[in-house]
């Protein structure tokens, strides 16, 4: 089953002179794929981020989550999708610097509707995957970058999303916490999650068991 399709996707931003960022996409993400997707500055890498994120719409195609066609749909039922079954990873970490581990996770937007205590539960299972349980009640302004990248990621999984979205998400790393936050998402990925990392960088992106390539707003297939 797919998780994420894109079918023949334009995105033209108007303008003086209109910007034609991504050029009739389509690609597919089926569930449990490990998928990269690199291209230099420019080529619409975060364009095709917020396209899979339902924080932007097509300008023509179809985005298609778990075989429900969003274009159409009204921006609640998007919101609920996205809370449902996408969990993001950006580069800068948007944690609450003087918030504990486990309120940052349990705080997310995404999961409200849950009660109380299954909340604080799914973020304590969530901390514990990404291996910072020892580190669940400290200040996450306190915490080093690979850590708060793993608090980020934590928050993302609470919601037991059906695809992780990651930009670019070791930008902001040393080489050391960047290796550690890869492994993490194979592991993740090893244990079921569907995960799609956005990158420029080539060792990144030779994690996917499958690399898309954007250019120009156009996206190839294939290695590298
Ligand atoms: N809101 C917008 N209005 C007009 N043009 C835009 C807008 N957003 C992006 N673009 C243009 O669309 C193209 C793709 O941009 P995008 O941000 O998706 O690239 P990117 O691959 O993510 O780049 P980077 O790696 O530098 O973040 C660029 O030419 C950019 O200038």
Redesign the pocket.
Known sequence: MNVLEFRDVTRT?P?PVP?E?LRRCSFSIAAGDLVTII??????????LNLAGLLDRPSSGGVVINDVETADLSEADRTAIRGRWIGFVFQAFHLMARRTVVENVTLAGMYQNQPTRARHEAALAAIELVGLAHRAETRTGLLSGGERQRVAIARAMASDPSILLCDEPTGNLDTANSAAIVDLLRELNDRGTTVAVIT?NPEIAAIGHRQLR?RD?IVSHGAA
């Open positions: 931003f303008g910007v960022a291209g230099p500055s420019g080529s619409g890498k975060s364009t095709l420029h954007l707003g």
